[in-house]
């Protein structure tokens, strides 16, 4: 059953339990699938978050959309930023990053883009009307793998330098900034303290939502200490932060 719902104003997202059943994702990656080609293009990228519940989703949002004839890069786990960098890198049509953002570990969804633009409002309201009518192309899509983010980081270290000295409080909420953020940092010459930078995607120290103070409590007591110039927040997927 699909439940109208999760067609949010921003993203597709809901429950993975109640809403996210195998044969209703394979329908969004039809459905996705065929607003690409329809919109000209012929291939997209995918990855996700480090959700227990993403890898299956994103197996059966792959099946859809190879269905429709597109062929998909599959990045595997990475934060969603990086997600938006591969339009860039690699040239494809659209991009999928399944992720839950900042909700809780039984939530989990999918962020859209196409054409370098986000995908939103109406446009997510016509994916839900294409599988009302079931009103899907059909063809036999290729996957490949792509390792992202050598790239990316190397992008980040490029662009970025630091020129003087830095003390620096990492709070990754166990989440997908562990990915690649600390080792960055550490790159850039921080010199840096880790919070719950190692990955769990069932949150256990606290939610990774830094918009909500009480998420904030362990790096707000360390940055207490007077030891350290700045700390940051990663939310779920690390395409946000709270500074503190």
């Known amino acids: 059953m699909l439940n109208p719902y999760i067609f949010r104003e921003y993203d597709i997202r809901g429950k993975v339990a109640d809403d996210f059943h195998p044969e209703v994702v394979v329908l969004l990656g039809r459905a996705f699938g065929t607003f690409v080609k329809r919109s000209g293009g012929q291939e997209i990228a995918l990855s996700g978050d480090i959700r227990l519940t993403t890898p299956d989703l994103m197996d059966a949002f792959r099946e859809g959309v190879l269905s429709t004839g597109v062929d998909v890069i599959n990045l595997r786990i990475i934060p969603t ?53 079931e009103d899907f192309e059909t063809g036999e899509g290729t996957e490949t793998r792509h390792k992202i983010l050598p790239g990316y980081n190397q ?12 003390r620096v409080v990492m709070d990754c ?28 995607g069932t949150f256990p120290n606290h939610h990774p939502d830094p918009t909500v103070k009480k998420n904030l409590a362990d790096l707000i007591s360390t940055m207490q200490s007077g030891n350290h110039d700045v700390g940051i927040a990663f939310d779920g997927d690390a395409d946000r932060i709270g500074v503190v």
């Open 155 to 166: 992008m980040i270290l490029d662009k970025i330098n630091i020129e003087r000295s830095m």
């Open 81 to 133: 930023p990086v997600n938006y960098y591969s339009m860039y890198r690699l040239g494809v049509s659209g991009a999928v990053q399944v992720t839950g953002s900042h909700n809780p570990p039984e939530f989990n969804g999918f962020k859209l883009s196409l054409h370098k633009k986000p995908v939103y409002g109406s446009q997510i309201q016509s994916l839900k009307e294409m599988i009302d009518h």
């Open 173 to 200: 909420g166990n989440a997908a900034a562990a990915i690649n953020a600390p080792q960055l940092f550490r790159k850039l010459g921080v010199e840096l303290t880790e919070l719950y930078c190692e990955i769990d």
